[in-house]
């Protein structure tokens, strides 16, 4: 039997990394891990953790004013982006050390460098060092897209925007995904005037139509400006260290920062896999069957460097799925149904299973139930915002099929509802229930 350095070698130590390395280790396997930025990826170093935290902070502006409604005398307060921005940059360091015991707790050797695949059992360190393994796990994520137009180098990404060294005036965020409407509200509330521009003529494709209008007009409301159809001519830096972003469609606009929130790209370039045999896909993803195993035998991905579904909780699944098949005897695959996804805009979106239109494409027959009222903290504040939750049944079984919020928490009410969808109940199921009163999630147990 050949002789290996190691069982497990891991490239990238995001959730994805980080969790098949813990758990193949705690199985029994010797196990490295290469990482050439910071041990925790995307989610905890420049992803959902600190945008999340943004986004509690940006609550405030709206909090603030609605607690005089609620007889607090809350004074005119002034935000200070550079105190946010570095706590937020400290809760970093925090998890990235948490993230860096836990392998250390492990026994899983951690290498702090750049790693390159130079074999079907051997990898290349930036150092030069080789090293040997039985197994080669692939989890480097992705990488924020930068358009193709002259002045790009003069606009930043999701990377880049946690370190800004002091809150824009003016910013123009480019896509219609969840991060462009992410930091889109984050921003609103924060006080800068944002403007929206997308390619398209919606936002969040995917999500179901109704919800995507209702976020629309809702941040219209709130003061975002939205340009649809307008693709990027290209971005100039004035003297005075603006930018002005030429667009198709639209007059030109004139802000303090540009964000690229325009998708993200696998990163498999440079890491070696197509000399040693490993297919991609045309976008660059590692192409894997259902056990994460790719053209090479002895090579496997997860994560988002596979392109399936571009989510932490996904790729720590398929992490966990790996460590078990591999070196746990337990053969396991995830299941790509009905996974919970949400949008942490102002207000947020929650979605689980099928929008109405995909039910009525697979299905023919379905039944939709839906409630449009307005949140009870929202009328005693003065605010009209209104929330929406959408039911989506099998016509024929009476089966929920698909779960669909925007509103206050929708996507803290929406997990546990998920695991309804997941169990296959049926909306009698939900009306059989006793609404638990008064709250917003009852309205799920009440749809008529």
């Known amino acids: 039997m050949p002789s290996y350095d190691y069982d497990l070698f891991v490239i990238g130590a995001g959730s994805g990394g980080v969790r098949a390395a813990r758990v193949s280790a705690a199985h029994g396997a010797r196990v490295a891990v290469a990482e050439e930025y910071r041990v925790g990826g995307t989610c905890v170093i420049r992803g959902c953790v600190p945008k ?55 026994k899983v050797d951690i290498l702090l460098e750049r790693a390159t695949v130079t074999g079907p059992h051997e990898v290349t360190l930036a150092s030069g060092r080789k090293v040997s393994a039985k197994y080669i796990l692939i989890a480097t994520g992705a990488r924020p897209q930068i358009p193709d137009c ?10 880049e925007v946690f370190h800004l060294e002091a809150l824009p005036k003016r910013i123009l965020i480019a896509g219609g995904g969840y991060i462009a409407n992410e930091f889109a509200g984050i921003f609103n509330e924060f006080g800068s005037k944002v403007t929206l521009i997308n390619r398209s003529d919606a936002i969040l494709r995917g999500y179901d139509e109704q919800l995507r209008d209702r976020l629309l007009q809702i941040s219209m409301m709130k ?13 100039v830096k004035n003297d005075d260290g603006s930018l002005t972003v030429e667009m198709k469609n639209h007059e030109p606009v004139t802000v303090d920062c540009v964000l690229f929130a325009t998708g993200r790209v696998p990163n498999s370039e440079g890491l070696g896999l197509e000399a040693v045999g490993v297919l991609l896909d045309d976008k660059g993803a590692v192409k894997v069957d259902d056990d ?49 996804s949400a949008v942490f805009s102002h207000p ?23 409630s449009d009222f307005r949140p009870m903290k929202n009328v005693l504040a003065g605010r009209n915002e209104r929330s929406l ?60």
């Open 292 to 340: 994460n195993r790719s053209s090479v035998d002895s090579i496997f991905a997860v994560g988002d460097v596979t392109n399936r579904i571009q989510l932490t909780p996904v790729a720590i699944r398929e992490g966990q799925a790996f460590a078990d098949t591999i070196f746990g005897n337990k053969p396991t695959r995830v299941d790509y149904e009905n996974v919970p």
């Open 223 to 235: 003061g975002i400006e939205f340009r649809f159809n307008a693709g990027f001519k290209g971005i």
């Open 150 to 159: 002259p002045g790009s180098e003069h606009g930043i990404t999701s990377n």
């Open 52 to 106: 999340k935290l943004l986004v509690y902070g940006a609550h405030f502006a709206e909090d603030l004013k609605d607690a005089r409604r609620f007889g607090w005398n809350v004074p005119e307060c002034d935000f200070d982006w550079t105190v946010l921005r570095d706590n937020v940059l400290a809760d970093v360091d925090r998890i990235n050390a948490a993230y860096t015991d836990t392998l250390n707790n492990n």
């Open 389 to 448: 939750y959408k039911m989506v049944c099998d016509g024929n079984t009476g089966r929920v099929v698909g779960l669909h919020m925007i509103g206050p928490e929708a996507p803290e009410i929406l997990q546990a509802a998920a695991v309804a969808v997941k169990a296959g109940l049926t909306k009698d199921a939900f009306d059989q229930t006793v609404a638990l009163h008064p709250s917003m999630a009852e309205e799920l147990v009440l749809l008529r």
């Open 348 to 370: 947020p979106i929650a979605s689980v299973g099928l929008t109405e239109g995909q039910a009525r494409n697979r299905l023919g027959a379905v039944k939709v139930y839906a």
